[in-house]
């Protein structure tokens, strides 16, 4: 082996080192232990009591809140839009939607329904629905979507 090599693998078995982490899946140290100092990774050392550890479903929540913090921070009105646009032509495939967006306001422009017929009262319901349940998601970017239906 190469010195390079036995300098890689002293590194990757060093937690000491960033390369320990980075070979196990972590992006760094910092991804290693959490916000408030917990171990989140394998028990390594030998002290005592011993740094918190945290259990599947502790992690597996803090993983989920990473990724929607990441997803939502790159999300714009424009994305917004086009996921409610592509959730009403699956929902209701007889309608024609044309959304446009304002400000933090989603546009949507139903064409094919009456206002107040049972499939507008449907869509508006699948909007608010979708409003709700996504708050997570959109809450930087869309203020509220405002639905205008014509025959």
Not at 26 to 51: F, H
């Amino acid at each position: 082996m190469s010195k390079s090599d036995v300098d890689n693998r002293s590194n990757q078995l060093n937690p000491n080192n960033d390369a320990y982490y980075e070979s196990r899946g972590y992006e760094g140290r910092e991804d290693y232990y959490g916000d408030d100092c917990e171990y989140v990774g394998p028990y390594i050392t030998n002290s005592s009591p011993g740094p918190k550890v945290l259990s599947f479903e502790q992690k597996e929540q803090r993983f989920l809140d990473q990724r929607r913090k990441s997803i939502a921070s790159s999300m714009t009105t424009g994305k917004a839009s086009e996921i409610l646009w592509n959730l009403l032509l699956h929902d209701f495939p007889e309608i024609e939607v044309d959304l446009d967006f304002y400000g933090g306001d989603i546009r949507v422009t139903v064409t094919g329904c009456l206002p107040g017929s049972e499939t507008a009262q449907s869509i508006e319901a699948t909007t608010n629905a979708w409003l709700k349940d996504r708050q997570w998601l959109i809450s930087g970017c869309v203020e509220g979507v405002q639905l205008t239906f014509k025959f």
